[in-house]
């Protein structure tokens, strides 16, 4: 069993920056891709982005991409999310989830990740 535990989301004013972090334990060795997702008050889980566990290469929606960055420490088990130039509209629970070796769909869709963190709230006021 895979476990993931999400940390470092709070309130910030928009144009601050926030990091947040993913760590991993139990079946880490099942890892394939961790990725973030977001649910904003109201609507549904969307993609935010993600990144391999083995090459570290990443990819981000549009919406965010440019001001946040997807990082790895495989050593600590640990993916780490830095948002920067955050906007009122990137208020949301922000959640990581982990894709196996044969996900079900599109890295895009929610539907393709297995295990998933309780999430962590981040507000951006104006």
């Known amino acids: 069993q895979l476990q993931l535990v999400e940390s470092g989301g709070g309130s910030v004013q928009a144009g601050g920056s926030l990091r947040l972090s993913c760590a991993a334990s139990g079946r880490t060795f099942s890892n394939y891709v961790i990725g973030w997702f977001r649910q904003p008050p109201g609507k549904e889980r969307e993609f935010v982005g993600a990144?391999?566990?083995?090459?570290?290469?990443?990819f981000y929606a549009d919406s965010v991409k440019g001001r946040f960055t997807i990082s790895r420490d495989n050593a600590k088990n640990t993916v780490t999310l830095q948002m920067n130039s955050l906007k009122p509209e990137d208020t949301a629970v922000y959640y990581c989830?982990?894709?196996?070796?044969?996900?079900?769909?599109?890295?895009?869709?929610?539907?393709?990740?297995?295990?998933w963190g309780q999430g962590t709230q981040v507000t951006v006021s104006s």
């Open positions: 990144i391999s566990w083995r090459g570290g290469s990443t």
């Open positions: 989830a982990n894709a196996g070796p044969s996900p079900a769909g599109s890295l895009k869709e929610t539907r393709s990740y297995d295990y």
